[in-house]
Protein backbone atom coordinates (compact mmCIF):
# COMPACT_ATOMS: atom_id res chain seq x y z
CA UNK A 1 0.00 0.00 0.00
CA UNK A 2 1.27 3.96 -0.68
CA UNK A 3 0.37 6.40 2.24
CA UNK A 4 0.28 9.93 1.81
CA UNK A 5 0.24 12.49 4.63
CA UNK A 6 -0.31 15.89 4.15
CA UNK A 7 0.16 18.57 7.00
CA UNK A 8 0.61 22.07 7.33
CA UNK A 9 -2.62 23.29 6.16
CA UNK A 10 -4.09 25.69 9.21
CA UNK A 11 -5.84 29.10 9.18
CA UNK A 12 -3.62 32.24 7.78
CA UNK A 13 -4.90 35.80 7.05
CA UNK A 14 -4.85 37.24 3.73
CA UNK A 15 -1.79 37.81 2.54
CA UNK A 16 0.10 35.33 5.20
CA UNK A 17 1.87 32.34 4.19
CA UNK A 18 1.97 28.59 5.14
CA UNK A 19 4.38 25.98 3.38
CA UNK A 20 2.38 22.19 3.02
CA UNK A 21 4.18 18.72 3.32
CA UNK A 22 3.48 15.81 2.07
CA UNK A 23 5.44 12.51 3.08
CA UNK A 24 4.30 9.15 0.96
CA UNK A 25 5.19 5.81 2.24
CA UNK A 26 4.94 2.37 1.61
CA UNK A 27 6.04 -0.10 -1.14
CA UNK A 28 7.12 2.65 -3.52
CA UNK A 29 9.57 1.70 -6.20
CA UNK A 30 9.60 4.70 -7.86
CA UNK A 31 7.72 8.12 -8.39
CA UNK A 32 7.37 10.04 -11.62
CA UNK A 33 5.70 12.79 -10.50
CA UNK A 34 4.14 14.47 -7.31
CA UNK A 35 2.00 17.15 -7.12
CA UNK A 36 -0.66 19.57 -5.41
CA UNK A 37 -4.61 20.11 -6.09
CA UNK A 38 -7.16 22.13 -4.28
CA UNK A 39 -11.06 22.13 -3.84
CA UNK A 40 -13.10 24.30 -2.55
CA UNK A 41 -16.42 23.93 -1.49
CA UNK A 42 -19.09 23.61 -4.80
CA UNK A 43 -15.87 23.89 -6.87
CA UNK A 44 -13.87 20.95 -9.03
CA UNK A 45 -10.66 19.87 -8.15
CA UNK A 46 -8.00 21.35 -9.51
CA UNK A 47 -4.25 21.56 -10.10
CA UNK A 48 -2.16 24.23 -8.05
CA UNK A 49 1.42 22.60 -8.63
CA UNK A 50 2.91 19.63 -9.98
CA UNK A 51 6.74 18.69 -9.65
CA UNK A 52 8.33 15.61 -12.27
CA UNK A 53 11.02 13.34 -11.02
CA UNK A 54 13.18 15.30 -13.12
CA UNK A 55 12.44 18.51 -11.52
CA UNK A 56 10.18 20.04 -14.18
CA UNK A 57 7.44 21.74 -13.09
CA UNK A 58 4.31 22.90 -13.22
CA UNK A 59 1.75 25.96 -11.49
CA UNK A 60 -1.72 26.83 -12.32
CA UNK A 61 -1.92 30.89 -13.32
CA UNK A 62 -3.40 31.72 -10.27
CA UNK A 63 -0.29 30.09 -8.33
CA UNK A 64 2.26 31.45 -10.68
CA UNK A 65 4.32 34.21 -8.59
CA UNK A 66 2.80 33.53 -5.21
CA UNK A 67 3.25 29.27 -4.54
CA UNK A 68 6.79 26.84 -5.27
CA UNK A 69 6.85 23.52 -5.02
CA UNK A 70 9.53 21.57 -4.17
CA UNK A 71 10.82 17.79 -4.01
CA UNK A 72 12.78 15.65 -1.68
CA UNK A 73 13.52 12.76 -3.29
CA UNK A 74 15.35 10.56 -0.83
CA UNK A 75 12.30 11.31 1.45
CA UNK A 76 9.59 10.58 -1.06
CA UNK A 77 8.60 13.95 -0.01
CA UNK A 78 7.36 17.23 -1.59
CA UNK A 79 6.37 20.73 -0.18
CA UNK A 80 3.98 23.21 -1.42
CA UNK A 81 4.74 27.44 -0.10
CA UNK A 82 2.07 29.55 -0.33
CA UNK A 83 2.85 33.01 -0.08
CA UNK A 84 0.08 36.26 -0.36
CA UNK A 85 -2.87 34.07 0.46
CA UNK A 86 -6.24 35.33 -0.97
CA UNK A 87 -9.90 34.30 0.64
CA UNK A 88 -10.28 32.68 -2.85
CA UNK A 89 -7.11 30.00 -1.78
CA UNK A 90 -9.38 28.29 0.63
CA UNK A 91 -10.14 24.75 0.16
CA UNK A 92 -8.89 21.63 1.23
CA UNK A 93 -5.43 21.20 -0.41
CA UNK A 94 -4.35 17.47 -1.44
CA UNK A 95 -1.15 15.58 -2.11
CA UNK A 96 -0.93 13.30 -5.26
CA UNK A 97 1.62 11.32 -7.04
CA UNK A 98 2.24 9.22 -9.71
CA UNK A 99 3.81 6.27 -8.39
CA UNK A 100 4.66 2.15 -8.68
CA UNK A 101 4.58 -0.20 -6.37
CA UNK A 102 6.37 -2.35 -8.69
CA UNK A 103 9.19 -1.65 -11.28
CA UNK A 104 7.34 -3.69 -14.48
CA UNK A 105 4.11 -2.06 -13.89
CA UNK A 106 2.29 1.24 -14.86
CA UNK A 107 2.03 4.36 -12.74
CA UNK A 108 -0.84 4.86 -11.10
CA UNK A 109 -2.00 8.04 -8.87
CA UNK A 110 -2.28 7.78 -5.12
CA UNK A 111 -4.01 10.81 -3.45
CA UNK A 112 -3.77 11.90 0.11
CA UNK A 113 -6.67 12.44 2.64
CA UNK A 114 -6.30 16.18 2.61
CA UNK A 115 -5.30 19.27 4.62
CA UNK A 116 -7.63 21.98 5.14
CA UNK A 117 -6.13 25.89 4.33
CA UNK A 118 -8.02 29.03 5.55
CA UNK A 119 -7.94 32.18 4.77
CA UNK A 120 -9.85 34.40 6.73
CA UNK A 121 -9.38 37.77 8.87
Known amino acids: QVQLVESGGGLVQPGGSLKLSCAASGNIVSIKAMGWYRQAPGKQRELVAA???????NYADFAKGRFSISRDNAKNSAYLQMNSLKPEDAGVYYC???????????????WGQGTQVTVSS
Open 96 to 110: AIEGRTDANTYYTRH
Open 51 to 57: ISDSGNT
